[in-house]
């Protein structure tokens, strides 16, 4: 069982379309990370947000913590094909001393 | 400077060979990470280390055996692997392993075991 659930595994829309991703756990996460995978790189950390109830936004990016630091959200407004790429939110547990990753959302965007 | 660097960019190994994978990072991170990611899938840790001792080894098999020389090097050292071993092998680093600190990825050295 993954600690981190993330949805959708895959998404597919077209140029200017919203969508959200959602990362959900019953564990408490003292901080929770997005990333942005291109095939045969590493992730790119997007955003780390640390307390409850927290909105980051980043240009079309939006990011939200959720208040009981269990879950969160990332939304991106008016997809282009530049945000294709493999989706991955990763949280640290307290005093685990590690990061565990979502099993990633794979979305492409079409022109 | 978030740069995570690791070398090589590719590899190619025969199940006999020995073969050494290397990540290094300038930022003053005191701890490091190998991971392990098959296609479509999310990273795998493997180790950890936290000022530059071993703290986590996600029972990992012996034929991948870690080092980390100083606080900046973290070298991955593989002898007898299989083919299922091929994979992306990804470094990251953060400052340390304690809770809310941010980890940066290198950008992987992909393998392939003949």
């Known amino acids: 069982t993954q600690l981190l659930e993330q949805s959708p595994q895959f998404l597919s829309i077209q140029e200017g379309e919203n969508l959200t991703v959602y990362c959900n756990s019953s564990s408490v996460f003292s901080s929770l990370q997005w990333y942005r995978q291109e095939p045969g790189e590493g992730p790119v950390l997007l955003v780390t947000?640390?307390?409850?109830?927290e909105v980051k936004k980043l240009k079309r990016l939006t990011f939200q913590f959720g208040d009981a630091r269990k879950d969160s959200s990332l939304h991106i407004t008016a997809a282009q094909p530049g945000d294709t790429g493999l989706y991955l939110c990763?949280?640290?547990?307290?005093?685990?001393?590690?990061?565990?990753f979502g099993s990633g959302t794979k979305l492409n965007v079409k022109p | 400077d978030t740069e995570v660097t690791q070398t090589p960019k590719h590899l190619v190994m025969g199940m006999t060979n020995k073969k050494s994978l290397k990540c290094e990072q300038h930022?003053?991170?005191?701890?490091m990470y190998w991971y392990k990611q098959k296609a479509k899938k999310p990273p795998e840790l493997m180790f950890v280390y936290s000022y530059e001792k071993l703290s986590i080894n996600e029972s990992v098999p012996s034929r991948f055996s870690p080092e980390c020389p100083n606080s900046s090097l973290l070298n991955l050292h593989l002898h007898a692997l299989q083919p299922e071993d091929s994979a992306l092998y990804l470094c990251a680093s953060s400052q340390d392993t304690a809770g809310g600190y941010e980890q940066y990825f290198g950008p992987g050295t992909r393998l392939t075991v003949t």
């Open positions: 947000v640390v307390t409850g109830g």
């Open positions: 930022m003053g991170h005191r701890a």
């Open positions: 990763a949280g640290d547990l307290y005093n685990f001393n590690k990061f565990y």
